[in-house]
């Protein structure tokens, strides 16, 4: 969720569907690198779908080699230094900003915040949670802000 005082502080992985509604989570230490996780996130991928990321999972090319084994699509844009290009589409890579209001919306619950709860368990527990407000608000189609 960003720094505190006393440095980095947890990261939270989430994957999101194309309305923004979240449905696997993963939390890891602030200090670890982004491609850690996205071995344990990208399992169990639907086919033909897109997974959007940021730049962080360009580092390695087995995170697309296994996103492409599930027969599904990466649009995650090419780092500057790499020496190959792929395959990028701008147009759909725009629809990545439905991961950053799903973290606007958890945002919004201060318990996550704030970090209120100090075991990792508790505050995983606590991220579903808004989760399923999150999901149940849409079900209602009431707003999810």
């Known amino acids: 969720m960003g720094r505190s005082r006393g440095g980095l502080t947890t990261k939270i992985h989430t994957l999101v569907d ?3 509604l979240p449905f696997r989570f993963l939390l890891t230490p602030g200090q670890s690198h982004d491609a850690t996780a996205a071995q344990i996130l990208l399992q169990e991928l639907w086919p033909d779908s897109f997974v ?12 697309r080699a296994c996103i ?20 990028f589409s701008p147009l759909l890579y725009r629809l990545r900003n439905q991961i950053e209001r799903f973290f606007n919306k958890i945002k919004h619950f201060r318990r996550i915040a704030k970090r209120y709860e100090k075991l990792a368990a508790n505050y995983l527990a606590m991220i579903q949670l808004a989760a399923t407000r999150i999901w149940l608000r849409h079900q209602d189609n009431e707003s999810t802000t």
């Open 68 to 87: 492409e084994a599930q027969e599904a699509v990466p649009i995650i844009p090419d780092r500057s230094n790499r020496n190959e290009s792929h395959a």
């Open 18 to 20: 194309a309305k923004g």
């Open 52 to 63: 959007l990321a940021d730049k962080a999972y360009d580092d390695a090319d087995w995170i």
